[in-house]
DNA sequence: TCTGGGGTCCTAGGACCC
DNA sequence: TCTGGGGTCCTAGGACCC
């Protein structure tokens, strides 16, 4: 058996976990720049006209007159919080993936003896007590199966956030009870076209052709409908694989039109990126830059391009990647148009003892200075040391809009919650 | 005025290899 | 007259996830 535990309104729950005050309250978390709804808790849900992934602009007014509290998103936070549910869920099983930022499958099959209903209570009391963090813990023999008792346990009241299927008549009676577009793999437009041929709910999609799910969903498809009927087609996977693409693009906080500043931002942007990637102890072949204006807008002209750089050999080094970032950069900047967003892509990547260098190239006389840059920057801050075409003093011009970011309490101390 | 960010996997088709 | 067979690698585009 697997289990699905998952964080109630994650973002939303972190910030109330601090803010007492905020208990059976409307929350809602907004996207970077302040943009837009990507997390509500229950009550600010139950606000019909709050909907999710709506600009904020649109709907300033309704949340401040339904007393709605909201935060901008702060990742420090939730990013530590999650650590701490995960090295709870260890305590339960030896076996945990980690699947999201507040999603975990865990293997119970050393639990057949167990009662599973029981111990999935015990889960969900244990991390509600250590972290103040509600969750739900669906458990069946799939991962597909566990997303439903899952998305059961939250919805239906009885069930207090805990839902097991341990038997035919409880699968097919939550295949029934699913509709075909709450199956975790089945998107917006699969949904659409399994409707269309008079299939709603996860019942009606398992008694389709398996020839038509195949040719229409591809593989991917067929192991949903496989896991459905209670066969395992997606094994748990312990290790957290190495990324293959890192990548990071973040809108500004205003239009720019000035190359030297979009410049600035790029070369930030590479900075982090690098650093993640050489976390993972890997080097890059590809950069890709892209570049584009607000495609919202009706008034201003619209522009987006992208080009990708083959580096002659694969590196990790943030100089290099900042130089030939730079160049590139230069080659799609056109002036006169007014930029919402620049990104950077790091792809390619292959493990660091594998790269090949080039014939020619001398041996590396600056071995060991990213290391030695990274270890300065964990101890004296993120960009204690940066390449000089990042100048700090001229953040301002383009970064985020943060205006309601909570403190970050648990990683820094001069932030930590005071009660009075 | 103001509209998120970071990923994965699969397939088809082209270029290329022996 | 008649022109093979078995592969790999790469990329773009589509669909999905949180």
């Given at each position: 058996m697997i289990a699905l535990i998952d964080c109630n309104s994650f973002y939303a729950s972190c910030e109330q976990v601090f803010r007492p005050d905020l208990k059976g309250k409307p929350v809602v978390v907004l996207s970077n720049n302040d943009g837009c709804v990507i997390a509500a808790n229950q009550e600010a849900k139950a606000l019909a006209d709050i909907p999710m992934f709506e600009p904020v602009f649109k709907i300033k007014k309704q949340l401040i007159e339904n007393g709605v509290t909201f935060f901008s998103s702060n990742y420090t936070l939730y990013g530590e919080m999650s650590d701490r549910v995960m090295r709870i869920l260890q305590e339960f099983s030896p076996v945990v993936e980690i699947y999201s930022i507040d999603e975990s499958f865990i293997d119970l099959s050393g639990m057949k003896h167990q009662d599973l209903r029981a111990y999935g209570i015990a889960i969900r009391d244990r991390i509600k007590r250590y972290t103040g963090l509600p969750v739900g813990v669906g458990i069946a023999p799939t991962k597909v199966l566990a997303k439903l008792a899952n998305r059961r346990a939250k919805k239906e009241a009885g069930n207090k956030d805990v839902f097991v299927i341990d038997s035919e008549e409880k699968r097919i009676d939550t295949l029934k009870w699913a509709k075909i577009k709450d199956v975790w793999g089945v998107g917006r437009k699969h949904a659409k076209r399994i409707q269309d041929t008079g299939n709603y709910s996860a019942f009606d999609f398992t008694k389709m052709p398996l020839s038509w799910v195949r040719k229409q969903m591809t593989v991917v498809g067929e192991r949903t409908w496989r896991e459905l009927q209670g066969e395992n087609c997606l094994p748990l996977e312990r290790l957290p694989k190495p990324k293959k693409a890192i990548g990071t693009a973040k809108s500004f906080g205003k239009k720019l039109k000035k190359l030297a500043v979009i410049e600035e931002a790029c070369s930030y942007y590479i900075n982090e990126v690098s650093e993640v990637l050489r976390s993972q102890n890997c080097c890059a072949k590809y950069l890709k830059i892209f570049l584009q204006t607000n495609y919202h807008s009706e008034h201003d002209k619209q522009?987006?391009?992208?080009?990708?750089?083959?580096?002659?050999v694969p590196t990790d080094n943030t100089f290099i990647l900042n130089a030939e970032g730079k160049k590139a950069l230069h080659q799609i900047f056109k002036p006169g148009y007014r930029y919402k967003k620049v990104g950077v892509c790091l792809s390619g990547i292959i493990p660091k003892e594998y790269v090949q260098t080039s014939l020619f190239q001398q041996?590396?006389?600056?071995?060991?200075?990213?290391?030695?840059?990274?270890?300065?920057?964990?101890?004296?801050?993120?960009?204690?040391?940066?390449?000089?075409?990042?100048?700090?003093?001229?953040?301002?011009?383009?970064?985020?809009?943060?205006?309601?970011?909570?403190?970050?309490?648990?990683?820094?101390?001069?932030?930590?919650l005071e009660i009075s």
């Open positions: 522009y987006h391009n992208s080009i990708t750089v083959t580096l002659e041996t590396d006389e600056k071995a060991g200075l990213m290391e030695a840059f990274d270890r300065i920057n964990q101890k004296f801050g993120k960009t204690a040391l940066a390449p000089a075409l990042m100048d700090s003093r001229r953040i301002g011009e383009w970064e985020l809009i943060k205006k309601e970011r909570s403190p970050r309490y648990t990683t820094q101390w001069k932030e930590l």
